[in-house]
């Protein structure tokens, strides 16, 4: 089989490959398709190290081509949407349900080989099935969109509240259409103008850049009062959490996704004189099948976020078009 084989930074080999074989509890999926993200990105650039060699790739469509005896979970045949971290279940955290925060986590494409390759050996309760009528386009964010449906679910939005989403990237423009659904008004807030008119088609009833002198004071125009009750950030900078704490109203809750990599300032004074409330949200626990359910009710809208497609075999044009300004999501058609 063809996999991308990475064997440092920046040295990435499209070559030919052992096919896997399943072992017991596993299954082996023939990858349709297959999105690129930042963290394939930093791994890529070494900012991000693994151990080499390494075939990246997490957010997977595909199916099922073996399975072990001992599997019932999945058939072979079936089509799959791949839930790419899985816990030891055995520690404190993941009894207690916290299999998110486990500490021997394991991440297809990360800890272990991943799926920028035709063929993946994974677990299979990484496996869920994919709804008939949906199609690759339509299930290749799930991934992602389950990591937004758990961060908006820890804001608890209610409906007819205002909330600013902090970041129009491809986890925030997917927890924009969440918010719709859950009948909140919504804000994006960004670096930039240019993702503004799709975000207004996904139904953002505004917009604003942060470089704009009186970004706050349009936070406060948009909810009518002294700022949104709450703010989802998806930008994972410092300077994203910085304007998620300015857009919050007293007493409001801000949800905080993107994962900063330079230290974060916090004006501690300020959330405990306004009482505002800052959830963390880690990947995801239990909502793979609700992001399922939304793209295949139509509820969000995830075709309109990929901006780029490629063959496995140009695999690096891939990861330049990933950097360039005009990417939301770069898809790998295997």
Known sequence: MKAAILHGPRDLRVETAREPRPESGDVVVRIVAAGLCGTDYRIWTGERPVAYPRVMGHELVGHVEAVASDVTRVRSGDRVVVEPNYACGRCPLCREGNRNLCLTRSAIGIDVDGGFAELVRLPARCCWPAPPAAGPDALLLTEPLAVVVRAVERGAPRRGESVAIVGAGTLGLLALQVLRARGARVLVVSRSRRR???????GAEATHTTGDVGFVDAGRRFSGREGVDLVVETAGSAEAVTHALELVRPGGRVVLTGLPHEPTPVPFFSVVRREVTITGSMIYQDEFPEALRLVDSGAVR??????HRFRLDRIGEAFAAH???A????ALEI
Request: hydrophobic share 55%; no cysteine; aromatic share 4%.
């Open 302 to 307: 995830t075709a309109p976020l990929i901006t």
């Open 196 to 202: 503004f008119a799709l975000a207004s088609e996904l």
């Open 327 to 330: 990417s939301i999501k770069v």
């Open 323 to 325: 950097a360039g300004t």
